[in-house]
T-cell receptor
Framework: AQKITQTQPGMFVQEKEAVTLDCTYD???????LFWYKQPSSGEMIFLIY??????QNATEGRYSLNFQKARKSANLVISASQLGDSAMYFC???????????FGKGNQVVVIP | DTEVTQTPKHLVMGMTNKKSLKCEQH?????MYWYKQKAKKPPELMFV???????INESVPSRFSPECPNSSLLNLHLHALQPEDSALYLC?????????????FGDGTRLSIL
């Protein structure tokens, strides 16, 4: 089974600064996908970005980029130019291809301050 | 607005009541999911439906009964719930079981058991 680790405590980030959220994972399977989701206090789980284990390039989606270091089994999320609306819980998640079980990390709480 | 619609948004019920949670998507997705999320915890997978057939049941108590009437709808029937079942219930859908497609979540139903 896959395991996701997010260990950073809650973070305060100044508006317009960049923030990096750490995520490490553990699996012996070579085929997997990594996801980041954002969950504001209202509860909805919003998909941000995806990285496949065979992708050569790091994924980017607007202000979100994923720093994928396969050998180190890390998939850190970088949010550039933080906005107040970025305040939320951020979950790193992983799925093994062919297995529909999406495993979540414990999450990182981010608060953006003006 | 999310493309996965869940109703109701809030539900309060007694332990002897019977109620149902509903989830609908019109993205043509063929896999649908139920998750349970307790406060400040990551979502936990409950059920997976693939092509309208139940493919994963994560040893969920029988007081939770899923139903997939068609490819767009997913229900979760509730009966004789316990106070510890109070949680946010999230529905999600994805194109298939390949694992390289993100799961898209609804806004959730906040369930309180009295």
């Amino acid at each position: 089974a896959q395991k996701i680790t997010q260990t950073q405590p809650g973070m305060f980030v100044q508006e317009k600064e960049a923030v990096t959220l750490d995520c490490t994972y553990d699996t012996s399977d070579p085929s997997y996908g990594l996801f980041w989701y954002k969950q504001p206090s209202s509860g909805e789980m919003i998909f941000l970005i995806y990285q496949g284990s065979y992708d050569q390039q790091n994924a980017t989606e607007g202000r979100y980029s994923l720093n994928f270091q396969k050998a180190r089994k890390s998939a850190n999320l970088v949010i550039s130019a933080s906005q107040l609306g970025d305040s939320a819980m951020y979950f790193c998640a992983m799925i093994l291809y062919g297995n529909n079980r999406l495993a979540f990390g414990k999450g990182n709480q981010v608060v953006v301050i003006p | 607005d999310t493309e996965v619609t869940q109703t109701p948004k809030h539900l309060v019920m007694g332990m002897t009541n019977k109620k149902s949670l509903k989830c609908e998507q019109h993205m043509g997705h063929r896999a649908m999911y139920w998750y349970k999320q307790k406060a400040k915890k990551p979502p936990e997978l409950m059920f997976v439906y693939s092509y309208e057939k139940l493919s994963i049941n994560e040893s969920v108590p029988s007081r939770f009964s899923p139903e997939c009437p068609n490819s767009s709808l997913l229900n979760l029937h509730l009966h004789a719930l316990q106070p510890e079942d109070s949680a946010l219930y999230l529905c999600a859908s994805s194109q298939g079981q390949q694992g390289n497609q993100p799961q898209h979540f609804g806004d959730g139903t906040r369930l309180s058991i009295l």
